[in-house]
């Protein structure tokens, strides 16, 4: 194990979830893999090549540096689209290697049209409309300018797509927000058509949208969550299952957390254990110190709560989370020695920690959680 801590991604596991989400949603919808944040954390370089084993041909990015990455690993002829920030040189970048990016602002498309003139190249872009969200996007004022510029330059242009994104459609709260922003999307796309402004695809559905609001597939879903195999929310899933006969999961999780016990010894009844007064021994304990701590993306708000796996038994996490360490309490689990095997997240002879416990214990997201691991832990691909 290099470093401290090493997290698994299980191949076969991930092309499982993409053949379920391809066949689910059907072959008229295209999937855009979302590997922003570093593919969730599940790393980007390693995520890539796997998804197109699966025929994923589309990735999405935030980032002029997310797409740098995916494009050292990616097949010549799949696309990567970045929703988010570039500087002018990365617009320059993006347009000369033929990168699709989102537009939402007069001033970037200005800047893409100076650069393609630049390198006489056409710019593929996706117009990004404010529905609702309040984020990024054009209203509807700000499009009359678009379009004029657009058809003053339309030698620079390939306008490949037109998107939005949802306020939250992993919860049945906003379903009324959620319907409007549908309703204003497509008035947009009309509205555009009918001023000779055709997008090649339409585009509005993250992971949580493309399971509640089966309308909003459309050409194509960006599907980050799901494909990592995990559910946006509790909500999502009972959606998915709710006429189905069959209410099992269909998506497998395909990553693993482990580390190794880097020191065992034995605590005094009435002893403290770490730092402060968090825990107190009451009876004499054997403790395996793991050498992940907050700095590694394990939480500190795990202290005293937090569960590991060892020698396919839990062991709970006592005391402090440090910085980089945490403490196991290990005295139920006989013939424990340094060295053994750790997993913070993952599963071992039928006992599980999963990505969810960690949630339930610290209030974060899923999402929140895996895009917290920092990029500095090896990835390696299993099986």
Same mark, same amino acid.
């Given at each position: 194990?290099?470093?401290?801590?090493?997290?698994?991604?299980?191949? =076969?596991?991930?092309?499982?979830?993409?053949?379920?989400?391809?066949?689910?949603?059907?072959?008229?919808?295209?999937?855009?893999?979302?590997?922003?944040?570093?593919?969730?954390?599940?790393?980007?370089?390693?995520?890539?090549?796997?998804?197109?084993?699966?025929?994923?041909?589309?990735?999405?990015?935030?980032?002029?540096?997310?797409?740098?990455?995916?494009?050292?690993?990616?097949?010549?002829? =799949?696309?990567?689209?970045?929703?988010? #920030?570039?500087?002018?040189? !990365?617009?320059?970048?993006?347009?000369?290697?033929?990168?699709?990016?989102?537009?939402?602002?007069?001033?970037?498309?200005?800047?893409?049209?100076?650069?393609?003139?630049?390198?006489?190249?056409?710019?593929?872009?996706? %117009? !990004?409309?404010?529905? @609702?969200?309040?984020?990024? @996007?054009?209203?509807? /004022? +700000?499009?009359?300018?678009?379009?004029?510029?657009?058809?003053?330059? /339309?030698?620079?242009?390939?306008?490949?797509?037109?998107? =939005?994104?949802?306020?939250?459609?992993? *919860? %049945?709260?906003?379903?009324?927000?959620?319907?409007?922003?549908?309703?204003?999307?497509?008035?947009?796309?009309? #509205?555009?058509?009918?001023?000779?402004?055709?997008?090649?695809?339409?585009?509005?559905?993250?992971?949580?949208?493309?399971?509640?609001?089966?309308? =909003?597939?459309?050409?194509?879903?960006?599907?980050?969550?799901?494909? $990592?195999?995990?559910?946006?929310?509790?909500?999502?899933?009972? +959606?998915?299952?709710?006429?189905?006969?069959?209410?099992?999961?269909?998506?497998? /999780?395909?990553?693993? #957390?482990?580390?190794?016990?880097?020191?065992?010894?034995?605590?005094?009844?009435?002893?403290?254990?770490?730092?402060?007064?968090?825990?107190?021994?009451?009876? !004499?304990?054997?403790?395996?110190?793991?050498?992940?701590?907050?700095?590694?993306? $394990?939480?500190?708000?795990?202290?005293? +709560?937090?569960?590991?796996?060892?020698?396919?038994?839990?062991?709970?996490?006592?005391?402090?989370?440090?910085?980089?360490?945490? %403490?196991?309490?290990?005295?139920?689990?006989?013939?424990?020695? /340094?060295?053994?095997?750790?997993?913070?997240?993952?599963?071992?002879?039928?006992?599980?920690?999963?990505?969810? *416990?960690?949630?339930?214990?610290?209030?974060?997201?899923? $999402?929140?959680?895996?895009?917290?691991?920092?990029?500095?832990?090896?990835?390696?691909?299993?099986?």
């Amino acid at each position: 194990m290099a470093g401290t801590s090493v997290i698994e991604i299980d191949r =076969t596991a991930f092309i499982h979830n993409l053949n379920f989400l391809q066949h689910y949603l059907g072959d008229e919808v295209k999937i855009s893999s979302v590997i922003k944040s570093n593919a969730y954390g599940h790393g980007i370089e390693q995520v890539v090549p796997i998804a197109e084993m699966a025929g994923i041909r589309h990735f999405s990015v935030f980032s002029a540096e997310e797409a740098q990455t995916a494009c050292q690993v990616k097949k010549p002829e =799949t696309d990567v689209m970045i929703m988010g #920030w570039m500087s002018d040189e !990365e617009i320059e970048w993006a347009i000369d290697n033929d990168l699709e990016f989102f537009v939402f602002e007069i001033i970037k498309l200005e800047k893409a049209a100076e650069k393609a003139k630049k390198l006489n190249k056409v710019a593929k872009i996706h %117009i !990004e409309v404010e529905t @609702g969200l309040n984020r990024t @996007g054009f209203t509807q /004022r +700000q499009l009359v300018k678009v379009v004029k510029f657009i058809k003053e330059n /339309r030698d620079l242009f390939y306008v490949k797509g037109l998107c =939005t994104h949802y306020a939250g459609a992993e *919860s %049945i709260a906003n379903h009324v927000r959620i319907q409007k922003q549908i309703r204003k999307y497509n008035q947009v796309y009309k #509205w555009l058509c009918n001023r000779e402004i055709v997008p090649e695809i339409r585009h509005t559905a993250c992971s949580a949208a493309a399971i509640a609001y089966p309308r =909003t597939r459309m050409d194509m879903v960006r599907i980050g969550i799901l494909q $990592y195999g995990f559910w946006p929310t509790r909500e999502t899933f009972i +959606q998915y299952i709710h006429k189905r006969m069959d209410k099992a999961d269909p998506l497998t /999780r395909i990553l693993s #957390w482990k580390s190794q016990i880097m020191s065992i010894k034995k605590v005094k009844t009435g002893e403290f254990v770490s730092y402060g007064t968090a825990y107190l021994a009451q009876e !004499e304990k054997v403790i395996a110190i793991v050498p992940v701590g907050y700095s590694h993306g $394990y939480s500190r708000s795990l202290s005293n +709560q937090g569960r590991v796996i060892i020698d396919g038994q839990r062991a709970p996490v006592i005391g402090v989370v440090n910085m980089n360490m945490l %403490i196991a309490d290990v005295t139920h689990i006989p013939g424990v020695k /340094r060295g053994d095997e750790v997993i913070l997240i993952g599963e071992d002879n039928g006992i599980e920690i999963t990505l969810a *416990s960690f949630a339930d214990f610290n209030n974060q997201l899923n $999402y929140e959680l895996l895009a917290r691991l920092p990029m500095s832990i090896p990835r390696e691909v299993i099986n």
